[in-house]
């Protein structure tokens, strides 16, 4: 240990700290830096003295009786280097995890790796390597930088997606999908990726047909493929996003409604016939099913629809499900007939719609031409009869399309299916899972057939990786489970997910067949919950300036621009050079290495620095100019803390000038309250962690105003300090670390009630809370508009409700004013606890004008 050199902490030191037993760490370390200027040098000291404290494990404890805390972020995709957006994501996420467990909660804070799919095989044939062999080298490269980064995972529970384990009960899902009707294969016309050689779903080609991933411009061709029925979800999906737990969703309900639509009809299955004999089967989306009995033909754009080779002729009809009546199948122009939106069939019920009653009589179809009134109940009752007999009936919109999982890749969950000659497709029995990856790739596999037991052929399809990452949120809470996915009772008590953390990216893919796959397991009963995140975090991108050659839009590296009489121009070819705004990217050469950024500023500056500025739902411009202010508040807590060192050495034996003392007391204890108070929301509520930061910059200034013989002798100003440094720390563990030893390592005169737990590092010190008497505002609404206000203590305010609001409210003789008398029919109040209240007081607008108005009815139409 380095002897300190103010002797009387080291006698402080001697007799207070190193002689606990329980405090072995301080044993080894001491002080970094005392009284110096916070250089590159000493953050990275301090980054190596408290490495191994801030990643001490912090698993979750199934044992225990605290309130259980579920923060989970989007796991990555193991591309071998953290990039800039992870730094966002886990930074956020463990700020949040941090502060959970400082306020008591049981959390859980797991991470895995997303780690099958196209980009590791691209490479693993790149670099001729097995794609096993590139995802754990860049699996365990990235875990380090996670180290790094000091997030407070809980690594027992890491779940890695290509790895037998998991993916054994991904194939386990899927065969209970299977079980509940639930999977079918058939022949489709599928985007087809001439680059990537690889099936794409409809949602993977973007608005100018091209591949989201490789940007080839996607070819149509038929093959054979395995599908699983989303769309029978569609109503409840739909239905959910109305749940008010959702409530932080906010856009992403907007983009997810739009991608449902409106589940204003149904798809039935209808049986295909050739030469009269069931070939195989067609989805009919149909807006008014209680008419489906009066259908006359079914229709098609494009013939190859029907999925049989040659033409559609007089030998292909299909059956009427419920009146198995033959209808013939005609092929009628997208132009010629009103498909419904996004389909190529109609079904053509020409008694109820003039465009069908045309191509009836154009064809010589004969039909009956009475009209029937829509009838709703009738409606319901034809799904309800197609949902029992398995003829589909689910309600949604035309234009959802269900899940299409086959990839034709090698590095993805191996589809549990057997292709027997004489059995079919057969699925694998759960006791013989995991059907694990082929070896060799050059030849397909062969395998038993679990029916007849003759040799059949393994199915060579893999799953769409979004399979993968549509339940590992599950996994995590029992991720060693040999037999089941995972256990009932244990995700019970977990799910659902308190706060989920990832990109907006995901909003309308990941998040939808996330949301599907726990929809489908609550209804088989498998999950408490049909929805899986509570309180969604949608984290914006990081942006970084590209530079282009505005000639040619040429990418150039923002080394090799310079500026030149006020203009950015190449510097070899003095090309006038433009800047834009864009996600950072590698083939924008406008990223900035995480790595880069930890040896140039510190760890802990950097998560700063991707905190502050801007909230974490924005995205995030990436400046160096912007940098100065995260710097400057570093440097001013560090020399505060130097001040109150200072302080503490000259006067903690001097005798305490009471009458000083209590005269600045009160402006401590305010800014104390005040302060908690605001932090504490945007930890817990907006998740607004730059307003954090701000409000930890402006306490630190409050703080600096004080004298040294103040801080010496002020108990509000250690309980200050206290409560800034604790509430630093999950933003900023390393750094929070070295200032709370040196905090500690100040000698004490003062005694104090305070609930500082001395001997323990920051993480084992509790969240600052405000006093009992601070007073906290408790608005008054009417109608929504504010007519007067209150103020409360923080002990009352924690039995605040709609009534003790409302009885406060009556004695504001504003408020009664504004009531006029008239009757108040409701008082909502709604409560953030611990910092502030609104009550709105509902009465009738209209009472004045016009007597006995009706009231509005708002029932929901949920159900
Ligand atoms: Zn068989």
Redesign the pocket.
């Known amino acids: 240990m380095e002897i300190l050199s103010v002797s009387v902490c080291r006698i402080r030191l001697g007799s207070r700290v190193v002689s606990s037993p329980k405090i072995g760490i301080y044993r080894r370390h001491s002080s970094v830096s005392k009284k110096s200027s916070l250089d590159l040098a000493t953050k990275l000291k301090i980054e190596s003295k408290w490495g191994s404290l801030i990643n001490q494990a912090v698993n979750f404890d199934e044992t225990s009786k605290s309130e259980k805390c579920y923060i989970c972020p989007m796991f990555p995709y193991p591309s071998g280097n953290l990039h800039m957006g992870h730094v966002r994501v886990y930074t956020i996420s463990d700020a949040i995890a941090r502060f959970q467990r400082q306020n008591g909660k049981n959390v859980l804070h797991p991470i895995g790796f997303d780690s099958f799919g196209l980009p590791a095989e691209n490479a693993a044939i790149e670099n001729q390597v097995q794609p096993e062999e590139w995802t754990n080298k860049n699996i365990a490269k990235m875990r380090k930088q996670l180290r790094q980064l000091g997030c407070s995972f809980d690594w027992s529970r890491e779940v890695i997606t290509s790895d037998p384990q998991y993916y054994k009960f991904t194939q386990y899902i899927f065969l209970l999908m299977y079980k509940h009707g639930l999977v079918y294969r058939k022949k489709a016309w599928v985007n087809w990726d001439p680059v990537d050689k690889t099936v794409l779903a409809d949602e993977q080609v973007d608005s100018n047909g091209r591949s989201w991933r490789s940007g080839a411009k996607v070819e149509r061709k038929q093959l054979e493929q395995w599908f699983i029925r989303s769309t029978n979800f569609a109503q409840s999906l739909r239905n959910g996003l109305d749940n008010e737990e959702l409530a932080e969703w906010r856009d992403i309900v907007k983009l997810q409604k739009h991608w449902i639509g409106e589940c204003d009809g149904a798809e039935f299955i209808f049986p295909i016939c050739l030469n009269g004999k069931k070939h195989s089967s067609l989805n009919i989306w149909v807006q008014k099913p209680e008419h489906i009995s009066k259908a006359a033909f079914v229709a098609v754009s494009d013939p190859s629809e029907i999925g049989i080779p040659g033409s559609v002729d007089s030998n292909v009809t299909v059956i009427n499900p419920f009146t198995k009546s033959v209808l013939p199948v005609i092929v009628i122009p997208h132009n010629d007939l009103n498909y419904p939106e996004g389909c190529s069939i109609k079904l053509g019920i020409p008694s109820q719609c003039d465009d069908d009653a045309r191509i009836a009589t154009m064809k010589k179809i004969p039909f009956d031409s009475t009209r029937a009134l829509d009838n709703f109940d009738e409606r319901i009752r034809v799904c309800q009869l197609a949902v029992s007999g398995k003829m589909g009936g689910h309600l949604k919109s035309s234009r959802l399309r269900d899940w299409l999982v086959s990839r034709q890749r090698r590095w993805g969950t191996p589809i549990p299916v057997v292709h ?4 079919g497709t ?1 699925p694998v029995a759960f006791k013989d899972l995991p059907v694990v990856l082929p070896k060799d790739q050059s030849s397909a596999p062969s395998a038993k ?1 679990p ?4 040799p ?1 052929r393994q199915e060579t399809d893999t799953m769409d990786t979004f399979v993968d990452s549509a339940w590992y949120f599950l996994r995590y809470i029992d991720p060693t489970n040999q037999d089941l996915p995972f256990d009932k009772n244990k995700v019970e008590n977990m799910m659902p997910v308190d706060v989920y953390i990832g990109g907006k990216e995901h909003a309308t893919l990941h998040l939808y067949y996330a949301r599907f796959l726990s929809h489908f397991l609550h209804s088989i009963g498998w999950i408490p919950d049909p929805e899986p995140f509570k309180r969604l975090l949608v984290q914006g991108m990081v942006m970084g300036k590209t530079y282009y050659i505005k000639k040619t839009k040429q990418v150039v590296r923002s080394s090799s621009v310079i500026e030149r009489d006020g203009q950015l121009v190449e510097r070899e070819s003095g090309e006038p050079v433009f800047v834009k705004w864009e996600k950072m990217s590698k083939s924008k050469h406008n990223g900035v290495e995480p790595s880069d950024m930890f040896d140039k500023f510190g760890v802990d500056t950097t998560r700063l620095l991707i905190l502050g500025e801007v909230a974490p739902t924005s995205d995030r411009l990436w400046k160096e100019e912007a940098f100065d202010g995260i710097l400057n508040f570093q440097e001013k807590v560090w020399t505060l803390l130097d001040d109150f060192m200072d302080s503490k050495v000259k006067f903690h034996n001097q005798s305490v000038d009471e009458s000083k003392i209590k005269a600045v007391e009160d402006k401590l204890r305010d800014a104390r309250n005040f302060h908690v108070k605001g932090v504490t929301f945007n930890y817990n509520q907006s998740y607004q962690l730059s307003v954090a930061i701000s409000k930890l910059q402006s306490l630190v200034k409050s703080l600096k105003k004080f004298d040294q013989e103040t801080m010496a002798q002020s108990l509000e100003f250690e309980k200050a300090l206290a409560a800034l440094l604790i509430m630093l720390a999950p933003m900023a563990p390393h750094f929070a670390s070295e200032l709370w030893f040196r905090f500690q390592m100040a000698p004490r005169s003062l005694q104090s009630p305070m609930t500082i737990q001395w001997k323990n590092n920051i993480f084992k010190q509790s969240w600052p809370q405000m006093d009992d008497d601070y007073l906290l505002d408790v608005i008054f609404k009417v109608n929504n508009a504010v007519k007067g206000d209150a103020k409360i203590q923080y002990k009352d305010f924690k039995k605040l409700n709609d009534e003790v609001a409302l009885k406060m409210a009556l004695s504001d003789p504003k408020v009664v004013d504004f009531l006029g008398g008239r009757d108040i029919l409701a008082a909502d109040c709604a409560i953030i606890n611990g910092y502030s209240a609104t009550l709105n007081i509902k009465v009738d607008h209209t009472l004045h004008k016009q007597k006995g108005a009706v009231r509005k009815n708002t029932a929901s139409s949920r159900r």
């Open positions: 027997c000659d004489a059995c057969v057939c029916k007849c037991g003759e059949g």
